[in-house]
């Protein structure tokens, strides 16, 4: 847990707050031992996906022998995994909008792990059916993304089973301390619980598994570097010789009304947009719900401007829909000058939302002759 | 724990052991509330293996109902199973004799999950790739023992792994504290062992997993009865909805030198009969180990007589090789008043063990051939 003066700031795989509301990045980079993403890098990534390149992603572990991999000619890949315990909203889809993007960049394959395990330990009331019926759903929206079914191995924990072959040799490596420790395991958690660590390091060892030693990459959010740490002790060990992966580092997605962490866990879904909402749905949440960065009357927003760093819009569209730097840029700074209202910005990433979720659902119904192409069988 | 006295006696699924080498089989029983196996039970079991009518298997719980269910032409079966970390020995048979034995006289399915993982869980030496290998060499000599093929199914966790399935649903209403109290588990015990007893109970249930509910046993060591009343818990939760398992008890069956619990974990192997020893092998072990209730001099033993309650060689007859009462009298008898000598009685149980075991290695080899026919696969 990294605590800043008096819990000012809070950042662990449970919980992420600050006192002031802010997040301070570089403090993190320095306290998990992590290395920001230099200019050498990111002009690597020039093609990539806005959230590679605009300073989202913006921590790494060994992500420059990764590219420095990839550029030798040797295999690479990226390993990024989702817990299915609800429908997908727009921040589930962060870490599969790089992966997506590395795969189109770099031809990598990309493996994704299906974790209905977990979500079923954890969550109290999930039964072993509905975790089914969520990874299913869920399955189709990665694949609707467009990833390569060449390139793209999606496995379920309960459908392909063999992950618990690997998973249990590297479960004699964690002691229950060891785990506890990492993940914050309490004695009156399931016994499937204590297990998981050694499951979800399984995930991000499986494309060494599955295809032998060579670097793969987790983008991951900055909260959950433990258990990367975690498993780079363990690709180490004797038994397993196996590079350590990489990591790609997320600073956190605001949520539509401004919080630090978009998450479904302390909202009705208001303050999420789901991959299945209608143009309607979209468009009334985002005019109640997304945080403002205007101000309090249209004459003093004309007078002194909108405030693009905190406005959720604003936020949204430069890590997730306008591709084109300087349109991108001109929004930054009519708004900023007052010339753009924040009904207009918002009316802009209405729109931009809209048509990516009318493509999506369409996709997404065409992915469910694909399945079979993308989902790894034992 | 059950503790009498000042450490007199104590019989955990770790331990067995008492200050005056005896066990108080009674006060097990009244202790861990199963109850003696009564003369109407016995009597419906006449034709079956010693074990079974000689008093060696002498509790149970419910194996009244198990009996009644098959009378009234409902589904029945048994399971046990095998913890795989080395070759097999003459006391590993003890439950599978039984389990056979049951399948002969009650024509019922017979479960054999090999617990592979368990093993590689709890040895520290024990390589992945080695458990597998003792699982499939202890698979051939159980198929030796003249399973059906059409009734038994034997699997393995790291091959049948959609076992992890089932002992995931176990896994999420069994907790740490749970499990650390029923199996002993430390802080120092990795992951995987404080999973195991999830998958445990996925043995003990499958056979209602696989074929629906119904009644099913398992023959067990008397000191394992925890496991199964934490087994018994879970079936009856909603979630499952099983027939609660019903269990047969079976007392310790001595070492060669006469030790409480036949095991190889406290010695070189000379203390035991390994299924692949050859004759001279058996001959000599016996001879120089077996423990004798004989009389130090021939003269003594002549005008005293032998003990056959100690004599370990009788025991063996008694329990495993002897299958005919009036031939088993005689020889107590002749024991007793001296007629039989040591050396004598002992070449009676090398002649035996030697009869069972050529025939078993043969077996053994022809098992290479079936093994397809009783392995379930994903």
Known sequence: MIMTKEKEMSVTPWEVSSGDGKIDYEKLVKDFGTTLLNEKIVKKLSKCHPLLRRGIYFSHRDFDKWLDAHEKGKKVSVITGRGPSEKMHLGHLVPFFVALSLQKEFGCEVFIPISDDEKFFVKDNLSYEKS????????????ALGFDEKKTFIFEDFVYTNIYTYAARIAKKITYSTAKAAFGLKPENNIGWSFYPAMQAAHILFPQFYRGKHLSVVPVGIDQDPFIRLTRDVAEMKEFNLDKPAALHAKFIPSLSGGAKMSSSDSLGNNLIYLSDSAKEVETKIKKYAFSGGRDTLEEHRK?????????SFQ????????????LQKIHDDYKSGRLLSGELKMI???????????HQKKREEAKKKIDKFVLKN
Chains 1, 2 share one sequence.
Request: hydrophobic share 40%.
């Open 316 to 327: 949204y569209l430069k890590m997730l829909f306008e591709n084109d730097d300087s349109k």
């Open 132 to 143: 089914l019926e969520y990874a299913r759903d869920n399955i189709l929206d990665l694949i």
């Open 349 to 359: 990433l209405i729109e931009k939302v809209n048509a990516f979720l009318k493509e």
């Open 304 to 312: 002194k401007g909108g405030n693009p760093d905190v406005d959720v």
